[in-house]
């Protein structure tokens, strides 16, 4: 029975060296038998075991981060815009206070014989154009009155009601305004084609004008006072037959974006 015990005993002993012996170049060495036996298997089992694993964790992390990526970029990008508009409003205000102090410039130099209005719509029929103003009889407005901007002439009321007021501008077909060549001698009618540029006829060929002129009313039309600013000359062509020059200017005022006026009163 003793024997037996021991020879259990001794076998328990030999089994544990064994599997010690064969544990160490396992896992400590890496050569002998781990790599001519076991670890030549094992090690690419491992390997390509952990790839799938890799892979998952690997778009999972891009996946969350992509995720946080759109949600930082969409809270930027909002923020973008509400700058955007701010910046925007702050601009219109600053515009709409440097039209208003060229107005009350304007109003101040001739405080009894201004009355100041806002343009509320338009009235565009083929070449014939207008604007209708927020001031009317009871402002003490009629026809033939000058309609300006503190960049220059806009044109006459040519309608008056009690409340509002239609104002014929100087590039509607209708009109004409006696001007001169500012630091010149030149003079001539500038019409309205409908659009932009306008024209400035009966100027001869040989008259003093060139392209950057600037044209002021000379107030001999009975309408208009002298020394408005109407417009700049862009082209002058003197080689078309006749003893006139083809003249263009473009108006000092963009009248589709008329937001206020002064009519001059008589």
Excluded at 102 to 123: C, I, S
Excluded at 170 to 187: A, H, L, P, Q
Excluded at 213 to 240: E, H
Aim: with cysteine.
């Amino acid at each position: 029975m003793k024997n037996s015990v021991v020879i259990i005993i001794a076998i328990a002993i030999l089994a544990i060296s064994f599997f010690v012996f064969t544990s160490t170049p396992l896992f400590i060495r890496g050569y002998s038998i781990a790599k001519t036996g076991l670890g030549e298997i094992s090690g690419p089992l491992l390997r390509v075991a952990g790839k799938p694993a890799d892979g998952i964790r690997y778009v999972f992390e891009n996946y969350v981060n992509l995720v946080g990526t759109k949600k930082e970029n969409a809270r930027l990008r909002k923020k973008l815009d509400a700058y955007l508009l701010e910046h925007q409003r702050l601009s219109e205000i600053e515009q709409e206070n440097k039209r208003l102090k060229g107005m009350l410039n304007l109003m101040e130099q001739r405080p009894k014989t201004m009355v100041a209005a806002r343009v509320v719509g338009e009235d565009v029929k083929n070449w014939f154009r207008c604007l209708i103003i927020d001031k009317g009889r009871s402002s003490g407005l009629a026809p033939k009155m000058p309609v300006i901007t503190p960049k220059g002439l806009v044109g006459q009321v040519v309608e008056c009601d009690r409340w509002v007021t239609k104002v014929m501008v100087i590039n509607d077909t209708n009109s004409s305004v006696d001007v001169y060549v500012e630091g010149r001698n030149s003079r001539g009618i500038l019409e309205g084609t409908g659009q932009s540029p306008l024209k400035l006829k009966y100027v001869r060929k040989n008259d003093e004008i060139e392209v950057g002129d600037r044209l002021i009313t000379s107030g001999k039309d009975g309408i208009y006072p002298k020394g408005l600013a109407t417009g700049i000359v862009t082209t002058v062509n003197r080689n078309k037959p006749g003893i006139f020059a083809e003249v263009e200017v473009v108006p000092f005022n963009n009248f589709t974006r008329l937001e206020e006026v002064l009519v001059i009163k008589k």
